[in-house]
């Protein structure tokens, strides 16, 4: 046999070598690579995500959901600290106290309206790379329902915390509070997007909240209340 047949033999028995170690990495993961049914997995992230939103997103529906909720509580953007100093500076300490208060209202009012768009979205999501996210970090499936959702949950969100804005009264009282401000002598003049912000405040609060119910769901035994969430994260245990 010549040296270069030799060497091809060598090289081909190296491959096939290397794919049979690679089908033996793949053998050893969770189901044994290809015996875990992919649907049931799929199912079993969305059965997280659907008891995120039932356990954690309604919290935040609810009358001070966000103002004192310590983790998605919403402040002021930076733009509107120096308004607010500037109103305390002034005695002006309610206005400034209502201003607040009402932007964390108009969060938890349009969560509540736009929370069934948001279930929708889980529903309709398939998981091709399934098995990734369950073999990922604590908030894998939720990091992957925000990229696929975000863009479009904000077209839906904005609308209503505008109207959100004008059924609690922000409006009025945002228009106040940056009149007054405006009106101070030798000040920087501000005219913020409050809309944007909030509306992508209530969206991060959405979004950590599935979170926290991702993590129980993946670290803690006992939040594994049904049959489908045992069978499937038992996989990644």
Do not use: H
């Not at 308004?83 to 500076?89: T, Y």
């Not at 400034?96 to 279930?119: H, M, S, Y």
């Not at 529903?123 to 975000?150: C, R, V, W």
Request: net charge neutral.
């Amino acid at each position: 046999m010549s040296f270069f047949k030799k060497s091809l033999l060598v090289i081909s028995l190296f491959i096939l070598s290397a794919c049979a170690e690679l089908q033996n990495v793949v053998n050893t993961l969770p189901g044994g690579g290809i015996g875990t049914d992919p649907t049931m997995i799929a199912n079993g992230l969305r059965q997280a995500l659907d008891f995120g939103i039932d356990k954690q997103v309604t919290k935040l529906t609810q009358k001070d959901g966000f103002y004192k909720n310590q983790l998605v509580k919403i402040l002021l953007p930076q733009e509107l600290q120096k308004v607010d100093k500037a109103l305390r500076d002034l005695g002006l300490d309610n206005l400034a106290d209502q201003g607040l208060l009402l932007l964390n209202r108009a969060a938890e009012d349009a969560v509540k309206e736009a929370t069934p768009i948001f279930v929708t979205a889980v529903k309709e999501i398939t998981f091709n790379d399934a098995k990734n996210i369950l073999l990922g970090p604590d908030n894998a499936a939720t990091s992957y329902l925000e990229g696929k959702t975000n863009q479009a949950l904000y077209a839906k969100f904005n609308p209503v915390i505008k109207n959100s804005f004008s059924k609690v009264g922000a409006d009025d009282i945002w228009t106040s509070i940056i009149t007054r401000y405006n009106n101070i002598p030798f000040v920087n003049q501000v005219n913020p997007d409050l809309t944007d912000y909030v509306t992508n405040q209530a969206l991060d609060g959405v979004y950590k909240m599935i979170s926290i119910e991702e993590k129980n769901i993946r670290t803690k035994i006992s939040a594994r209340t049904t049959p489908l969430l045992r069978q499937v994260f038992a996989l990644q245990d």
